[in-house]
């Protein structure tokens, strides 16, 4: 199916998270958040998955936004923004 052929290319943290429900996982549980940007985010509340989430939503799923405020206000890297934006956008994708 075109669904699998797409989780080939996905990497192992992308697939596991995508895989489930968020339920109460911890922000870094997200692909692209490391430990250091988890640290950012729980500092200021954003501990669970589920809070970086309703973020991205309440954001109209606008990656380049999203990306943007991650940086901004949390310090992430291009590349850990991109990871997680794309990250939550698949979830929203498969469970919405």
């Given at each position: ?25 911890d922000v870094c549980w997200v ?12 500092t200021k509340g954003i501990n ?14 606008n990656e380049a936004e999203f ?30």
């Amino acid at each position: 199916t075109l669904r699998t052929k797409e989780m080939d290319h996905m990497s192992p943290r992308l697939r596991a998270f995508l895989s489930e429900p968020i339920g109460e996982k911890d922000v870094c549980w997200v692909d692209g958040v490391s430990h250091e940007l988890a640290i950012n985010l729980a500092t200021k509340g954003i501990n669970k998955a589920y809070i970086l989430l309703g973020q991205f939503l309440l954001m109209h799923k606008n990656e380049a936004e999203f990306q943007r405020w991650l940086i901004c206000c949390f310090g992430a890297t291009e590349c850990e923004a991109q990871q997680s934006s794309h990250c939550l956008k698949e979830w929203c994708a498969c469970f919405l």
